[in-house]
């Protein structure tokens, strides 16, 4: 089903324009903690609704779809949806392959993620890019993708990994693709990535005001890698979450975990568990 676009210039250029949700947020708002449900992709490859109950059961208040939701109906997202709203929960944001910022693929992942109740669509990876012009169009195609996607009433987003902060030709990626997209773009901010390439994610957090509206919160150590559960590595969370909701826009958290000592279901409790102890007692929000 083609998507169409009933928007006048003069509305849409309102509505690139207009105060970010971030902004209107009041002081000692509540952001939701959620999963991305990477962490628990085994058991979610067997069992959908089942997993999805379990970890709102934990205490989790939304979810990130990954790259696999892309192959469903719009009638299934519809019946995902109404379970999520029926347990509480919300999907803020989907992680996409660059298929869904294409011209032929976007027209699908706004059914998906507008009957989801998202308000971004996340390119996961951009693929092999060896050069600062392949970077330059990864830039043009989010700018682009996010005009179409705003007059829906969403906006892109970008998760970063450890390549963005890999120099190429004497410039992170990160920074290029922060300085030529527009501002109303998310740059999702994955910690453990930026830990392990050696970079300071307070300092990126705190030259990116209002853009970092989700963060993966995925811990790092150089002796366990992603493996080290949430608040075991090396990760200034408290100093984390001030700059991030002081001066990063969060509207929301996401833990994520690629893998640890204990069982995808167990891991995810026990990272909740550990947010909450550190989240709470920064006192940032009083």
Same mark, same amino acid.
């Given at each position: ?40 992709? #085994? ?16 205490? *989790? ?14 009638? *299934? ?9 029926? !347990? ?6 989907? $992680? #996409? ?22 308000? *971004? ?20 195609? !989010? ?17 970063? $990994? ?45 030259? #990116? ?19 080290? !559960? ?22 929301? *958290? ?17 990272? !909740? ?14």
């Amino acid at each position: 089903m083609p998507i169409v676009d009933t928007f006048s210039r003069r509305s849409f250029l309102a509505f690139l324009t207009a105060t970010p949700l971030w902004a209107t947020l009041p002081a000692n708002k509540h952001i939701s903690v959620g999963l991305e449900l990477y962490s628990v992709r #085994n058991d979610l490859k067997n069992d959908l609704t089942g997993t999805v109950r379990a970890v709102a059961k934990m205490g *989790y208040e939304c979810v990130e779809f990954y790259a696999p939701y892309y192959d469903w109906t719009l009638d *299934y997202a519809k019946n995902v949806r109404k379970e999520l709203d029926a !347990l509480g929960v919300r999907c803020y944001s989907t $992680h #996409n392959s660059a298929q869904s910022f294409t011209p032929d693929g976007i027209g699908k992942a706004i059914e998906l993620n507008q009957a989801l109740g998202s308000r *971004y669509v996340v390119l996961a990876h951009p693929g092999e890019i060896k050069d600062i012009a392949g970077w330059n169009r990864i830039a043009d195609m !989010l700018n682009t993708a996010n005009a179409t996607l705003a007059s829906h009433g969403l906006h892109a987003g970008y998760h970063n $990994h450890d390549l963005e902060w890999k120099p190429v030709e004497g410039q992170k990626p990160i920074e290029l693709l922060a300085a030529n997209t527009d501002k109303s773009i998310m740059l999702q901010l994955d910690v453990g990535t930026c830990l392990e390439t050696g970079n300071d994610p307070v300092a990126w957090i705190e030259r #990116n005001p209002g853009r970092i509206r989700s963060m993966h919160c995925k811990d790092w150590s150089p002796q366990k890698g992603y493996r080290v !559960l949430f608040g075991e590595g090396i990760a200034p969370w408290k100093k984390l979450f001030a700059a991030a909701e002081s001066t990063g826009g969060i509207e929301y *958290y996401l833990i994520e975990q690629e893998g640890s000592d204990y069982s995808e279901m167990e891991t995810a409790e026990r990272c !909740l568990s550990t947010y909450r102890k550190l989240h709470d007692s920064s006192h940032i929000l009083s």
